[in-house]
């Protein structure tokens, strides 16, 4: 189970900073709360797989190297192909996000407290719990209608 005061804090912050685009990478929103969510994960031994998603342009896509999963544009790609390296340089990307990195992490006293459902639902008040409500009823009903098209393709007929 997740920490709900960490789903909390990435929801109150990303609904106070929708609005800011704020391009200092490291300290950039999105990746900092990848970072936490990654090293909460991997740091207590949780089976979940972290995917980021929404990458802008190729230094988002570096500065998330160690996510388990990452969704990038096919232009991005495309870009990384065309990109010209020199040989030195071929296999010098660092990756931000491993285990070692997560067990070192330190939380605060504030993101280890556990929520019962009540204190979380008056907590995020209830326009964002319906919010949250509306988004994971979406959700719920993409993976029914993925599950219907690989249902019309699975099993190949020649198998």
Not at 70 to 95: C, D, G, M, N, Q
Not at 125 to 144: C, H, M
Request: net charge positive.
């Amino acid at each position: 189970m997740l920490n709900p005061v960490l789903i909390f804090k990435t929801l109150h912050c990303s609904l106070q900073n929708h609005w800011k685009r704020v391009m200092c990478c490291l300290n950039y929103f999105p990746f900092i709360q990848v970072t936490k969510a990654y090293n909460y994960i991997h740091k207590y031994g949780y089976k979940s797989k972290l995917m980021a998603a929404a990458v802008r342009n190729k230094q988002d896509l570096f500065s998330l190297l160690g996510v388990d999963y990452i969704i990038a544009p096919l232009k991005i790609l495309h870009s990384l192909k065309e990109s010209v390296i020199s040989p030195e340089e071929k296999y010098t990307f660092v990756r931000r996000l491993t285990p070692q990195s997560a067990a070192a992490f330190k939380f605060s006293e504030e993101e280890h407290v556990k929520w019962d459902q009540l204190r979380f639902a008056s907590a995020i008040g209830p326009a964002t719990e319906e919010l949250l409500a509306a988004g994971l009823a979406s959700y719920v009903n993409q993976t029914r209608r993925v599950e219907e098209l690989f249902g019309k393709i699975w099993p190949p007929p020649n198998v």
